[in-house]
């Protein structure tokens, strides 16, 4: 028998969509899994829906108050032993048949005491599933100098083995960005993370979501902008790596360690000035790693 993907869904008001996502992670050609929903407290018929899965004994609901959409995926993870593997999915979203199926593939090629995910590239549709675009295709080396930096691994499309479940859910973070960000760094850091540019997912975009713009448009740049100079964003950034060494720093690689501990440390104008040049950790994309540094500069970070 192969062994048992467990599938974490954290749900919040979520009536419209979620049944076509449920139905669709029920019809994985990858048949040994186990559905774990966590309701985060939705006010709308979500429960309801949740209540007619009842019956199928792969199907585990409960209901919870309300905690927030990354603690209520850690809490998951925590919760939910006992599985060879562990995907995270989105209420609205609806999954290719063969998504796990090629995700235990890939992450089989691990070594079982190395800490691994696997994350594929993204379908992006509207609200009545058409296609729109594709998520870009990542070039760069992915690893823990640009997972410090920003997340390109998007939870909906990830699936990660025991190792780096257990590795996670014994030191669950006080403060993260989002869950699948602190899955990136903390599986960049000591195992492997691994891409597929085959799209396995539809990505819903709906209520006004605006998506597929051309790379280098004004428009990009400025809501770019606005993203990372509103609400504290890359202080968010620098908070989380400063979590992440507070957990993970006394087992980090010399190197490793050293990185962190530059990245995370208050710097004057001068420091910060030279740093914005050599820093060594990046962004996927050349606008967002430009930026990057310019905040590093402006001491943003």
Not at 61 to 90: H, M, P
Not at 226 to 234: C, N, P, S
Not at 249 to 267: A, M, S
Request: net charge positive.
């Amino acid at each position: 028998m192969k062994p048992v993907c467990a599938v974490l869904l954290s749900s919040y008001d979520g009536e419209k969509y979620i049944a076509e996502q449920i139905d669709s992670v029920l019809g994985q050609s990858y048949s040994n899994l186990r559905l774990y929903i966590r309701d985060d407290g939705s006010s709308d018929g979500t429960a309801a829906i949740l209540g007619s899965y009842a019956g199928d004994k792969r199907v585990s609901v409960s209901y919870e108050e309300n905690i927030g959409v990354w603690r209520s995926f850690f809490q998951l993870l925590k919760t939910a032993g006992g599985a060879s593997f562990y995907a995270f999915c989105d209420q609205d979203d609806v999954w290719l048949k063969d998504k796990l199926s090629y995700a235990v593939e890939r992450l089989t090629t691990a070594a079982p005491e190395t800490p691994a995910a696997y994350f594929s590239r993204l379908d992006v549709v509207d609200a009545k599933l058409e296609h729109l675009s594709y998520s870009p295709k990542y070039e760069k080396p992915l690893g823990l100098k640009t997972a410090i930096a920003g997340n390109v691994l998007t939870g909906a499309a990830c699936v990660i083995n025991k190792a780096a479940r257990d590795l996670i859910a014994d030191r669950l973070p006080e403060f993260t960005v989002m869950h699948d960000w602190w899955v990136y760094i903390v599986v960049s850091a000591f195992g492997n993370i691994y891409y597929d540019e085959r799209p396995m997912l539809k990505y819903r975009q709906h209520k006004g979501n605006q998506i597929g713009l051309a790379p280098g448009a004004v428009k990009p740049i400025i809501k770019r902008l606005k993203k990372y100079t509103a609400g504290g964003y890359y202080k968010k950034i620098s908070r989380q790596a400063k979590e992440f060494y507070r957990l993970y720093g006394d087992d980090l690689t010399d190197g490793d360690k050293f990185f962190l501990e530059k990245f995370i440390k208050e710097k004057n104008i001068f420091e910060r000035l030279a740093y914005a040049v050599t820093c060594p950790a990046y962004r996927q994309k050349s606008i967002d790693n430009a930026l990057f540094r310019a905040l590093i500069l402006i001491n943003q970070l």
